[in-house]
């Protein structure tokens, strides 16, 4: 079988057309306009500080579930323009488990990042979605430190404390004691729950007490604790993480409470609404230099039909007004904003990116040129095998090398990749119309060696491209999320949560299918090209 270098590309789109405005726009009454998403594609459960004492910066955490490497924190100087600057797991020591995990939706949960001591602090948890809500092994809750976000290196390995539930977040009280917040394993709760940290090193924390019970939603979770005016104010998600998703606030003298539930909660939501942009919950509140204060969450952007929506949860910001004394009142979520002034544009940000959206729908054109790295926002499902990924290999130059994986990307029963790993990496779909092309070099001579391009929901939804020496077999493939891959895989799966809790990865892959096979793919001219972003 001979093969010339082959073209393949994916295009998508969402939704019919919708005008891009610009990235930043000013309105007359001094207020910024900001659009969301803040960042399109797989970036749920947002978690955002405002650190003055460095260089007046923004940094975001968002959860990455299986990706690797996970944890995405980007920065910004003018809450318009962000940058990847890093992930906090980046090492395959930092948290060897990550490799081992089962199920799409397993992997990194919702990460709380907060500045303190001239630290930066990422609290989460590695999710084993397989195993049941009660069994404390499937929570493995962690902590990360930093003292420089900007360096790979400086973040630490994972700190363990026990905990069967989720959503941790960590907040120091001004008499020095240090208070985890999470939400307890739903199917025994619902409860917000709270232990002082003893250790917060060594993860040694006291007893956990229930303080919250929400006011009576589905699975009160993602807590974060502020404090304001005297009062310590409980921020939480409610309703699941679907339609019905919603923040709630609650709050009390004391930091044990008990708590009182806001009159007017939800403080927000788009439940019931036509809005394009549906789920919103799961917020965390920061306050910039001009001591006015923002919200980010997460959301989908199904529109009410809540059916096609391949980019997952996404990061929406959005604004807040705060009196003293006085429960916080949100902006509801909408594509556009009309928002507080915001700091002057400012793109001096360190860090090896890209930004996200920036410039608006210019196409990204990696060449892989010798003696360059790969560039840093490309992302794996668990840890790869590095040596399977060569940029500019001697034999030709400015192509990726990939080596094969007996994996495929449906990989094993149960989602597990195994110590092999799967030659899989990819970029997050981050515009609801695009297009992503590469060029392929392979010749496969094995039954079984295939190598193209996939757009990855899970490792169950899967659409792929490719190039297999296999005659008696078609290629095959859905789009992402539908029923009849779903019930071809036969488990009787919550078809809803697989699709909702993750975005699209677009990328490359080689495998032998389970066989034997060597014969490596060169990729060459990786295109991605934003055509549009629907907002309305
Ligand atoms: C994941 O599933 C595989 C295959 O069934 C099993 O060997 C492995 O122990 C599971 N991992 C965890 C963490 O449960
Ligand atoms: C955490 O739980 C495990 C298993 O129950 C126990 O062995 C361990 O001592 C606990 N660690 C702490 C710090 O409490
Ligand atoms: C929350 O619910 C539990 C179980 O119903 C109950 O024991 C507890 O008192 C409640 N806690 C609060 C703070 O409302
Ligand atoms: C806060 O509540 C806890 C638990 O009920 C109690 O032990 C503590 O004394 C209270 N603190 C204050 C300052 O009232
Ligand atoms: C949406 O409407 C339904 C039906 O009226 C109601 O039960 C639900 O509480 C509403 N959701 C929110 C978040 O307001
Ligand atoms: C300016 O932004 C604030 C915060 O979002 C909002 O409350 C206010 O209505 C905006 N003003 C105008 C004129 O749009
Ligand atoms: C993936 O590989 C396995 C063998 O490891 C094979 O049974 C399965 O058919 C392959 N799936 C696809 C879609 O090629
Ligand atoms: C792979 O190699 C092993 C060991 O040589 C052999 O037993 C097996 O049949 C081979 N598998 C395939 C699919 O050719």
Not at 145 to 163: C, E, T
Not at 175 to 203: F, S
Not at 499 to 520: D, Q
Request: hydrophobic share 35%; charged share 20%.
């Amino acid at each position: 079988m001979f093969l010339p270098t082959l073209l393949l590309g994916i295009a998508a789109s969402v939704s019919a057309a919708a005008a891009q405005a610009g990235d930043r726009l000013t309105t007359g009454n001094g207020n910024s306009t900001i659009l969301n998403p803040m960042f399109p594609g797989f970036y749920p459960d947002p978690s955002c500080i405002y650190v003055p004492e460095w260089d007046k910066t923004f940094f975001c955490a968002s959860s990455s579930f299986n990706a690797f490497p996970g944890i995405p924190i980007h920065a910004s100087k003018d809450l318009h323009h962000w940058k990847l600057i890093g992930r906090a797991l980046n090492r395959r020591e930092q948290l060897p488990r990550l490799a081992h995990t089962n199920r799409s939706t397993s992997g990194i949960w919702a990460p709380t990042i907060r500045f303190h001591d001239d630290t930066f602090w990422v609290v989460t948890t590695l999710v084993d979605d397989d195993r049941p809500q009660a069994d404390a092994s499937r929570w493995d809750n962690i902590i990360f430190k930093s003292k420089d976000p900007y360096d790979p290196a400086s973040w630490s390995v994972a700190v363990h404390f026990n905990y069967t539930g989720y959503d941790p977040d960590l907040f120091w009280d001004d008499d020095g004691k240090v208070y985890l917040t999470a939400a307890h394993a739903w199917q025994v709760g619902p409860y917000i729950e709270q232990a002082e940290v003893i250790d917060l090193d060594k993860g040694i924390i006291g007893e956990w007490r229930i303080i919250w019970n929400g006011t009576g939603g589905l699975a009160p979770e993602g807590p974060h604790i502020y404090r304001k005016d005297g009062w310590y104010y409980l921020l939480a998600a409610e309703g699941g993480t679907g339609m019905n998703h919603m923040v709630t606030i609650a709050r009390s003298r004391n930091i044990s409470g008990p708590y009182e539930s806001n009159p007017a909660n939800p403080v927000l939501t788009n439940a019931n609404t036509t809005s394009m942009f549906q789920t919103v919950g799961h917020a965390d509140l920061f306050q910039d230099g001009n001591g006015n204060w923002w919200a980010v969450a997460l959301s989908t952007r199904s529109g009410p039909g809540y059916l096609h929506y391949p980019m997952g949860r996404e990061t929406v910001l959005t604004t807040v007004r705060w009196p003293e004394g006085e429960w916080p009142t949100f902006t509801p979520i909408a594509g556009e904003i009309s928002a507080w002034p915001t700091p002057l544009e400012d793109l001096n940000i360190r860090g090896v990116g890209p930004f996200v959206n920036h410039p608006p729908l210019a196409t990204e054109h990696l060449t892989f040129p010798p003696n360059t790295p790969l560039p840093a926002h490309l992302t794996h499902w668990r840890f790869p095998i590095s040596s399977s990924y060569t940029p500019s290999p001697p034999e030709k130059p400015n192509t990726l090398r990939l080596t094969p994986s007996r994996l495929n990307l449906t990989a094993l029963n149960g989602n597990h990749a195994g110590p092999e790993g799967q030659t899989f990496i990819s970029r997050r779909q981050q515009h609801t119309l695009f297009s992503f092309d590469v060029e392929l070099e392979f010749v496969p001579n094995q039954a079984g060696e295939e190598a193209g391009v996939s757009a990855f929901l899970t490792q169950n939804h899967h659409l792929d491209m490719g190039v297999v020496l296999l005659p008696r077999r078609e290629a095959t493939g859905n789009w992402p999320g539908e029923e009849g891959q779903e019930a071809e895989e036969g488990k009787g799966e919550d078809l809803a949560l697989h699709v909702r809790f993750r975005g699209v990865l677009l990328g490359i892959y080689a495998t032998t299918n389970g066989g034997n096979g060597t014969t490596p793919a060169y990729f060459s001219n990786w295109r991605y090209t934003p055509l549009e972003q629907f907002r309305d």
